[in-house]
């Protein structure tokens, strides 16, 4: 887990690397999709299961820091369970991450992602820790 600065938000850090495309982000709810490659598949042919926490831990801590980056606090992934149901092996991954619990030091958010298809591949419950810088 870590903390997701102003880099990972303008096309330079680790999630555009991986290829986050985020279509909503607020501090309710956050959306995001990445299209699968090559680069992003095991041996196996299908998604690498970090990839799958990586979009959780960041729908997580950017919903969170639409919140709290407004008061000057830092949102940092702080605890990451991803649970794989069905492999995707092409399209695209579809998150969505809604917030379920918001306190004054910690957040936790519910992600789901599915196929193209829609069905629910990937179940994730992430906290985020909100810190002073």
Known sequence: MGV?????????GFDALYGLELSECSDELARGFVAVRDELRQSGGVVHG??????AEALAVRGT????????????????QTT???P?????????????HRGRTTWVWEVEMADDRGLLCVAS???????DP
């Open 4 to 12: 997701h600065p102003a880099s990972d938000t303008d096309g330079t």
């Open 88 to 100: 995707i092996a092409q399209g695209k991954i579809h998150a969505t991450a809604t917030r379920r």
């Open 84 to 86: 794989v149901l069905h």
């Open 65 to 80: 820091a639409a919140s709290v980056a407004a008061v000057g606090k830092l949102a940092v992934g702080l605890a990451n």
């Open 50 to 55: 970090g990839v799958y926490g990586a979009i």
């Open 125 to 131: 419950r992430v906290t985020v820790s909100v810190r």
